[in-house]
């Protein structure tokens, strides 16, 4: 199953049951904690099948996710190359399966495969332009257009239809953007109201072009 995961698609099968050797495969339900913010890091994780949430938590609890992830994604990375403890939370968003290697057999991994280090390059960098971007939309937009902006991020096309496949609760949208729940239900109700949203089985469904404002 790690040849599903494009960290590894320049590598031989021998090469692949080679790092499948050093591998464990476990298996999460729903809502469970896999990393939590100021551990120590001793695992890297690939996602084979499900999703995860990657979240940050202050001390009254509040929570703000700033990436969610599926399968032949990984998590876990950062902190095995710095040496330094875990910078954020991860949980289960649905029964999931993860291939798990260690510390020492990744920075082994990584010494002996130049190619997945540039693969691990170009991932980061995808990701640091992401947070960038995120970074960008706290900061500028207000939260009607942080939440106009997170729905089409998360739309896909489906028969003609912009559909957000994963079942979201305004709670998960108020984390996603920094903002209170009643005011992303608030927006969320107008959209409903103008014909721009619906809601199909409980997946939000974009009908036409979102107004600029709100």
Known sequence: MLKNIPLFAGLNEHELAQINQHATTRTYPKNTLIITEGDPAEMLYFILKGKVK?????????????????????????????EAQRSASVMTTETSTFSVISKHSFQDLLA??????????????????????????????DVYGRVAKTLL?????????????????QQDIANRVGASREMVSRILKDLSAGGYISMEQKHIVINEQLPKHY
């Open 112 to 141: 002996k495969n130049p190619n997945i280090a540039l693969s691990l390059i170009r991932d980061l960098t995808h990701r640091v332009r992401a947070l960038t971007d995120n970074v960008k939309s706290l900061a500028l937009l």
């Open 153 to 169: 991020n998360m739309a896909t096309e489906h028969d003609g239809k912009l559909l957000i496949e994963d079942k979201l609760t």
């Open 54 to 82: 990657i979240l940050l938590n202050d001390e009254t609890g509040k929570e703000v996710i700033i990436n969610c992830q599926g399968a032949g994604e990984y998590f876990g990375e950062l902190a095995l190359i710095d």
